[in-house]
T-cell receptor
Framework: DAKTTQPPSMDCAEGRAANLPCNHS???????VYWYRQIHSQGPQYIIH???NNETNEMASLIITEDRKSSTLILPHATLRDTAVYYC??????????????FGQGTILTVHP | EAGVVQSPRYKIIEKKQPVAFWCNPI?????LYWYLQNLGQGPELLIR????????DSQLPKDRFSAERLKGVDSTLKIQPAELGDSAVYLC???????????FGPGTRLTVT
């Protein structure tokens, strides 16, 4: 998997946008960027993924830079329930490792009242 | 729609004892994964099944760990004998056709004393 780098922790005020960065400078042209989160005592939860275009769903937006070396996950109006560990993952595009998710340590996002 | 079901949620055993974890994936998901998560770390893949076949078990410590997925639905992960270092959360996930959108269960927290 392409190596990803995330800040270990971030804070955000409730109701404000949370912008979580991820560096993936060794990403290949056909590799996607995936984001998962893990709320305390729960299993990881898929959030969003993208290749080169910006993506948005009911949970979040994903902004990928033009050179694809970094991305930002945006939670537009963070709530206390968004407090979690956020993982940025770039899985291998093919071969025997296709589909394998390699989780790093992620970013601990704490949303404050 | 029911999510991934795991049982038990918690298990405390003495070292050298056997232990088994059970997982029922989302209906129709042919790919099933077992992950290990140590405290403060991201999940690590132990084994991946496509239907009944274990297609990636390279990270499974085969001297003490075993897994099966009979009939390509439910799966069981076993440890025999358990060691103190096996204390961790064991997560089960499922997906369609080895997709990167994986759905995780709540995990089983194992404590070996």
């Amino acid at each position: 998997d392409a190596k990803t780098t995330q800040p270990p922790s971030m804070d955000c005020a409730e109701g404000r946008a949370a912008n979580l960065p991820c560096n993936h400078s060794t990403i290949s042209g056909n590799e996607y960027v995936y984001w998962y989160r893990q709320i305390h005592s729960q299993g990881p939860q898929y959030i969003i993924h993208g290749l080169k275009n910006n993506e948005t769903n009911e949970m979040a937006s994903l902004i990928i830079t033009e050179d694809r070396k970094s991305s930002t996950l945006i939670l537009p109006h963070a709530t206390l329930r968004d407090t979690a560990v956020y993982y940025c993952i770039v899985p291998n595009a093919g071969g025997t490792s296709y589909g394998k998710l390699t989780f790093g340590q992620g970013t601990i996002l704490t949303v404050h009242p | 729609e029911a999510g991934v079901v795991q049982s038990p949620r918690y298990k405390i055993i003495e070292k050298k004892q056997p232990v088994a974890f059970w997982c029922n994936p989302i209906s129709g998901h042919n790919t099933l994964y077992w992950y290990l998560q140590n405290l403060g770390q991201g999940p690590e893949l132990l084994i991946r099944y496509e239907n009944e076949e274990a297609v990636d078990d390279s990270q499974l410590p085969k001297d003490r760990f075993s897994a099966e997925r009979l009939k390509g639905v439910d799966s069981t992960l076993k440890i025999q004998p358990a060691e103190l270092g096996d204390s961790a959360v064991y997560l089960c996930a499922s997906s369609l056709d080895n997709g990167r959108e994986q759905y995780f269960g709540p995990g089983t927290r194992l404590t070996v004393t």
